[in-house]
T-cell receptor, first 115, second 118 residues
Framework: SQKIEQNSEALNIQEGKTATLTCNYT??????LQWYRQDPGRGPVFLLLIRENEKEKRKERLKVTFDTTLKQSLFHITASQPADSATYLC??????????????FGSGTRLQVQP | DTGVSQDPRHKITKRGQNVTFRCDPI?????LYWYRQTLGQGPEFLTYFQNEAQLEKSRLLSDRFSAERPKGSFSTLEIQRTEQGDSAMYLCASSPSSVGDSSYNEQFFGPGTRLTVL
């Protein structure tokens, strides 16, 4: 079956450290992978998009890697701050596999940055 | 505010009642999506519009659900004969069109409508 897995356990780290979140998928060949941030009671907010032919993408303190062989994306936040505390969602574009034009989301990982 | 807006933000209803939600996308976006999200889960796709045409519906969208986008601008999602299992956050998102059929562009989400069915 097709699955997108994100660590369901919350990730707790100290302020200033690097947070690393994992997104694994099976039986998909996504053209693109996106990361979103979601705060409680609010809609997701887009952070980064990475294409299948890109290995790494950076934006300020954020870095995303995409390994299509391992079927894995890693999302890093360097010099983390308490304001980074939120749930982070990985989303795949699987239109090439299924024709679906919408995103398929993982269940998200909650990040808690302690001051 | 030029973002995606949804109305109402919260809706409490009794089982068996009908409810309707509205989504106003970003004005120049011709793609509109509805998702449903339950606690601890990511958004699940419900349906997709390109302009006024509803191009795709998920198997999650039972016969009790109907969505429209009559003029290619705002959209409505109606749930008839609500059930307790319909309780969830209903999210609307929009994006501009892009080359080809992929969902290349980022999606802009509204704040959601939280539905509680008693």
């Amino acid at each position: 079956s097709q699955k997108i897995e994100q660590n369901s356990e919350a990730l707790n780290i100290q302020e200033g450290k690097t947070a690393t979140l994992t997104c694994n998928y099976t039986n998909y060949s996504p053209a693109y992978l996106q990361w979103y941030r979601q705060d409680p009671g609010r809609g997701p907010v887009f952070l980064l998009l990475i294409r299948e032919n890109e290995k790494e993408k950076r934006k300020e303190r954020l870095k995303v890697t995409f390994d299509t062989t391992l079927k894995q994306s890693l999302f890093h936040i360097t010099a983390s701050q308490p304001a980074d505390s939120a749930t982070y969602l990985c989303a795949l574009d699987i239109s090439g596999d299924t024709g679906r034009r919408a995103l398929t989301f993982g269940s998200g990982t909650r990040l808690q940055v302690q001051p | 505010d030029t973002g995606v807006s949804q109305d109402p933000r919260h809706k409490i209803t009794k089982r068996g009642q009908n409810v309707t939600f509205r989504c106003d996308p970003i004005s120049e976006h011709n793609r509109l999506y509805w998702y449903r999200q339950t606690l601890g889960q990511g958004p699940e796709f419900l349906t997709y519009f390109q302009n006024e045409a509803q191009l795709e519906k998920s198997r999650l969208l039972s016969d009790r659900f109907s969505a429209e986008r009559p003029k290619g601008s705002f959209s409505t999602l109606e749930i008839q004969r609500t059930e307790q299992g319909d309780s969830a956050m209903y999210l609307c998102a929009s994006s501009p069109s892009s080359v080809g059929d992929s969902s290349y562009n980022e999606q802009f989400f509204g704040p959601g409508t939280r539905l509680t069915v008693l």
